[in-house]
């Protein structure tokens, strides 16, 4: 799957990495439900330094089209609520 984060680029990802990948995700919906601000933030960065590290870069001039879109590691809670969907932002 080719993953974009916003601001950064594109990786690919294995589908085996989702389940460890939705354990973030869940924490972060979680956090968000709960208006708890700093655990947000600090779960927002782990799991995008996970797709990062689990990952495989695209070249900067490759235009892949993105089958999931994260959001930038700045990104408010308002704006990830945005881009949520009723799983999260990983696919369940």
Same mark, same amino acid.
């Given at each position: 799957?080719?993953? !974009?984060?916003? &601001?950064?680029?594109?990786? %690919?990802?294995?589908?085996?990495?989702?389940?460890?990948?939705?354990?973030?995700? $869940?924490?972060?919906?979680?956090?968000? %439900?709960? &208006?708890?601000? %700093?655990?947000?933030?600090?779960?927002?960065?782990?799991?995008?330094?996970?797709? !990062?590290?689990?990952?495989?870069?695209?070249? $900067?001039?490759?235009?892949?089209?993105?089958?999931?879109?994260?959001?930038?590691? $700045?990104?408010?809670? =308002? =704006?990830?609520?945005?881009?949520?969907? $009723?799983? &999260?932002?990983?696919?369940?």
């Amino acid at each position: 799957m080719i993953v !974009r984060i916003m &601001g950064e680029g594109q990786v %690919e990802l294995a589908d085996s990495h989702f389940a460890e990948l939705n354990k973030l995700d $869940d924490e972060l919906l979680a956090e968000m %439900e709960n &208006g708890d601000g %700093e655990g947000f933030r600090r779960t927002l960065h782990a799991l995008l330094e996970t797709v !990062r590290q689990l990952g495989e870069p695209l070249a $900067d001039d490759s235009l892949e089209p993105s089958e999931l879109i994260l959001p930038a590691p $700045d990104a408010t809670l =308002e =704006e990830v609520r945005s881009l949520l969907s $009723d799983d &999260g932002l990983f696919p369940g």
